[in-house]
């Protein structure tokens, strides 16, 4: 099966920026699917935040929307989220997934915490 892990999560104030990375096992080129990226924050459900598609198309929601930025390198077959303009309510662990606007597979990854103080 192919692996996702995230990276790039850290401890930052509001208005802070941070970059996280989603590398997978995937080695077959070219790359087939859309990537996806969600987050839970404690004590909620796993919510949608932003997926990229096959061709460079990206998509967010609404909460994220203008200060997130979703992109990939399909060379790498890694899958980056630039966050800018970090706020309390962005506290989460954010999951990558192969899918567009859903994962794929039936499993995720150990995920990347993200904590923004205000």
């Known amino acids: 099966q192919v692996q996702v892990v995230e990276t790039g999560g850290g401890s930052v104030q509001a208005g802070a920026s941070l970059r996280l990375s989603c590398a997978t096992s995937?080695?077959?080129?070219?790359?087939?699917?859309?990537m996806s990226w969600f987050r839970q924050a404690s004590g909620n459900e796993r919510e949608f935040v932003a997926a990229i598609s096959v061709s460079g198309f990206p998509h967010y929601s609404d909460s994220v929307k203008g200060r997130f930025t979703i992109s990939r390198d399909k060379t790498k077959n890694t899958a980056y989220l630039q966050m800018n303009s970090l706020k309390h309510e962005d506290t989460a662990v954010y999951y990558c997934?192969?899918?567009?606007?859903?994962?794929?597979?039936?499993?995720w990854g150990q995920g990347t915490q993200v904590t923004v103080s205000s």
């Open positions: 997934a192969r899918g567009w606007m859903k994962n794929d597979d039936d499993y």
């Open positions: 995937e080695r077959r080129t070219p790359v087939l699917y859309a």
